[in-house]
């Protein structure tokens, strides 16, 4: 990481890395350091989820035929990784937000 860039925080234990292939790895990993670097990412790889919070965010990936969906947070000091999960509706469940605006509680916590 170099100086000025933002951690990605990923909450240990609770999120999982999907079984891409190497080739959707390093893509996903390509995007992500594109936000730690501080660009802002837009569609088709990105798309803002205002459900969630506001700096919110779905990165879009497909691996074969397969659509996985990265929900980050930016930060003004990280980029928070709130979920990685199979894409299997067109609308984001109920159960998603909660487990993301809860983390994204757990976070503010942790830092006052």
């Known amino acids: 990481m170099n100086k000025g860039d933002k ?3 990923w909450f240990k234990s609770e999120i999982k890395t999907p079984p891409f292939s190497d080739k959707k790895r390093i893509e996903a990993g390509y995007y992500l350091r594109l936000l730690q670097n501080g660009h802002k990412l837009e ?3 990105s798309k803002p989820l205002p459900d ?3 700096g919110c965010h779905e990165l879009r990936m497909k691996d074969k ?3 996985w969906r990265i929900i980050y947070k930016v ?3 990280a980029i ?3 979920d990685v999960f199979k894409k299997k509706t067109n609308k984001l469940s109920n159960k998603v937000i ?3 605006t809860a983390r994204i509680k757990l976070y503010k916590e942790s830092i006052k």
Do not use: A, F, N, Q
């Open 75 to 77: 930060e003004s000091d």
């Open 7 to 9: 951690p990605l925080i």
């Open 52 to 54: 969630i919070g506001r």
């Open 43 to 45: 569609m088709p790889h």
């Open 98 to 100: 909660d487990r993301c």
């Open 80 to 82: 928070l990784i709130l």
């Open 65 to 67: 035929r397969t659509y």
